[in-house]
């Protein structure tokens, strides 16, 4: 390979990019810059002014100019770090969730609209080549990072990744039978045919722009009472902190709208899920043995009280 060959790539793929329109459709009213500031507060629970600027790589000031303009528009609100006074928390507000959805949904159409010109049968080599050249070129980091993972709302056929990959796995981690699927099936069918997305959500964490993760907040019989549910991260990515995100957007977006406690239903075989609920507060209320999914298992009800302020 010669330098030729991967400045005549660049400017292939610069006009595949300008094919795209980014600069007049996809980020309008925003510049680009602007609308990757929106993106990464929108996939991250909590993040400092500080944190904000290395992982983008921008100048002090002109992050400060970006964050002032958002702020007046009603896009995000700052206040001091829980976890250090002399940093500034950001953190979008409704109007900000909105703006940056409809950047992600603008961008998901376009980029989609690029990807049904490749045939489906070539798109496994497209990926497995968009990983290898990020690999080879990514100072050799061949391992995925905790920051390669964001979290994001679900697409298009997340929903039924949802229920394949929670059936897969635990059949193949404790051999539940389809028991376990149908019931999966049904929550999620039912999410996506009643829920009110004030209230309820679904986030899907994506590595190398594929789900690794899903966890699901959706209202309970109890009056201000929501539930956690289908907390799941794939093995090849356990380890890098997934769970506790999932966990962590969950109960502050449950905190954010009101509910007053959080509750969830698990099994005691479950080691790893029980270790995450713990670290985030919950607390055991109620355990019971029973026959279900092909396996006798210990039922447990977890509960987090809302109205008591985290550590």
Known sequence: MTVQDIRSFNRFYTNVIGALDYGRHLYAPYTLTESRVLYELAHTSQVDAADLRAELSLDSGYLSRILNKFEQDGLVERAASEKDPRRRRITLTARGREAAGLLDERARQTVGSLLETVAPADRPRLAEAMRTVRTLLGDGRAAPRRKDVV???PGPGDLGWI???NAALYAAEYGWNTDYEGLVARIVADFAEDHDPHLERVWIAELDGRP??????????????ARLRLLLVEPETRGLGIGDRLAGAVTEFARDVGYHEL??????????ARR??????FVLVAEKPHRSFGADLVGQDWRLDLRVDPE
């Open 163 to 165: 229920v394949q990959r």
């Open 276 to 281: 995450i609920y713990r670290r985030h507060g």
């Open 263 to 272: 509750v969830l239903w698990t099994n005691d075989v479950l080691a790893a």
């Open 151 to 153: 979290l994001r709302e």
């Open 212 to 225: 690794v993760g899903c966890v699901m907040c959706v209202r309970d019989d109890a009056p201000g009472t």
